[in-house]
């Protein structure tokens, strides 16, 4: 496997670029590796473990290759106590939407990239590889927020059940529902403004948010926890099991709705 991607010197030392570059050649990866698995037959699950040590070996290579004194967290590699003690830390999800991925025709998968420093995210990118569609944090190309839109707020949320609190927020705002796979897609949904509202509370780890939260509040959205407080990245714990990413306006509604079941 190699770590050449084709980068030139402005991308290798820009932390936001390489982040894109890094999502956006992992997604190019793993989508011709799932066009060639399905075309072979090959069954589910042989799909999705591929796609998700593939992404984990081109990425880890890749950073280990352009950031070496790094710490990296990733959902498929094992955990190590230095990166409490580290100033920069990649947070990363190799395939966000496994499931998603191991369907064919599914383009709800993502590829999350996130760079933590001292404190903050202070970069990141999601990969849509099925859309051909990279969102980054890169101020030169970053997302940029549209007028709110003339139609019913949409509420995105997951495929098979409605997390208690997305009906809490369905039922004070009047919203549509929209149903997408993974964490990555939908909130490049409502960074894209194909939804307005992605409220999640069962069950995440920082993987699953760091790069969307990153990308989402560089497009001018809203970000929090559901009690409204901030999220925490690069705790010793990965568990940070709810989110909320919506429109700046629609933030203190979404945040009323949740505070009247307590």
Same mark, same amino acid.
């Given at each position: ?15 936001? =670029? ?5 999502? #956006? ?18 069954d589910y699950w042989h799909i999705k473990d591929s796609g998700d040590a593939t992404g984990h070996?081109?990425?880890i290579d890749a950073l280990a290759h352009h950031r070496p004194t790094d710490a990296i967290l990733?959902?498929? @590699?094992?955990?190590?106590?230095? #990166? ?20 064919? @025709?599914?383009? !709800? +998968? ?24 990279? $969102? ?31 009906? $809490? ?6 919203? !549509? ?23 999640? !509370?069962?069950?995440?780890?920082? +993987? ?34 709810? =989110? ?19």
């Amino acid at each position: 496997m190699t770590t050449d991607v084709d980068l030139t010197q402005e991308i290798i030392s820009d932390d936001h =670029l390489l982040a894109a570059a890094l999502a #956006r050649a992992t997604g190019v990866l793993l989508h011709g590796i799932r066009a060639q698995l399905f075309s072979e037959g090959a069954d589910y699950w042989h799909i999705k473990d591929s796609g998700d040590a593939t992404g984990h070996h081109f990425l880890i290579d890749a950073l280990a290759h352009h950031r070496p004194t790094d710490a990296i967290l990733s959902e498929e @590699g094992p955990d190590s106590n230095k #990166r409490l003690s580290a100033d920069r830390v990649w947070i990363i999800d190799p395939l966000d939407g496994t499931k998603e991925y191991g369907e064919e @025709g599914r383009s !709800d +998968w993502a590829i999350h990239v996130a760079l933590w420093e001292k404190g903050e995210l202070t970069a990141g990118a999601v990969a849509l590889p099925a859309l051909g569609i990279t $969102l980054s944090t890169d101020p030169a190309t970053k997302p940029t927020l549209s007028p709110m839109p003339d139609r019913k707020v949409r509420l995105i949320t997951s495929r098979n059940r409605a997390p208690y609190s997305a009906i $809490l927020v369905a039922n004070a705002i009047d919203c !549509d529902a929209v149903r997408l796979g993974s964490a990555g897609a939908k909130a490049m949904a409502v960074v894209l403004g194909e939804a307005d509202i992605y409220v999640h !509370d069962g069950g995440m780890h920082q +993987w699953d948010s760091a790069a969307p939260v990153a990308v989402a509040r560089a497009a001018g959205l809203h970000t929090s926890r559901i009690d409204g407080s901030p999220f925490i990245y690069n705790a010793r714990e990965t568990w940070l099991p709810d =989110l909320i990413i919506c429109r700046p306006e629609l933030a203190e509604p979404v945040l009323q709705a949740l505070r009247s079941d307590r």
